[in-house]
Nanobody
């Protein structure tokens, strides 16, 4: 079974930084696409960053986080990271790690194609 377990959320001051981790088991990193999504109360889930792990390693970021967030995968630790810098109050949300065995060449930041999801970790910026 595929399991994605996020950690690293919490309360952060505006302008600060934090890094989220997603421990991956049962999923072959080289076989698809992995990403980070977030959902704030009353809003739709939105893609934050995605990495094409089954293709050429293309990385995509939402415009709202470009230049501030960095997605990366450490194979030895089977962990997907999201480094978040210059945090803003509007970054407050539940953050989810997701994976799909499909190489997403179109719209990798859309939630629907992702098959596996973690339970989420809350990030609050004030």
């Amino acid at each position: 079974d595929v399991q994605l377990v996020e950690s690293g959320g919490g309360s952060v001051q505006a302008g600060g930084s934090t890094t989220l981790s997603c421990l991956v088991s049962g999923f072959t990193y080289s076989g698809g696409c992995m990403g980070w999504f977030r959902q704030a109360p009353g809003k739709e889930r939105e893609g934050v960053a995605a990495i094409d792990s089954g293709g050429n390693g293309t990385i995509n970021y939402a415009d709202s986080v470009t230049g501030r967030f960095t997605i990366a995968y450490e194979n030895a630790k089977r962990t997907l990271y999201l480094e978040m810098n210059i945090l803003k109050p509007e970054d407050t949300a539940m953050y989810y790690c997701a994976a799909t065995p499909i190489v997403l060449t179109v719209s990798p930041l859309k939630a629907r194609p992702y098959k596996y999801w973690g339970q989420g970790t809350q990030v609050t910026v004030s």
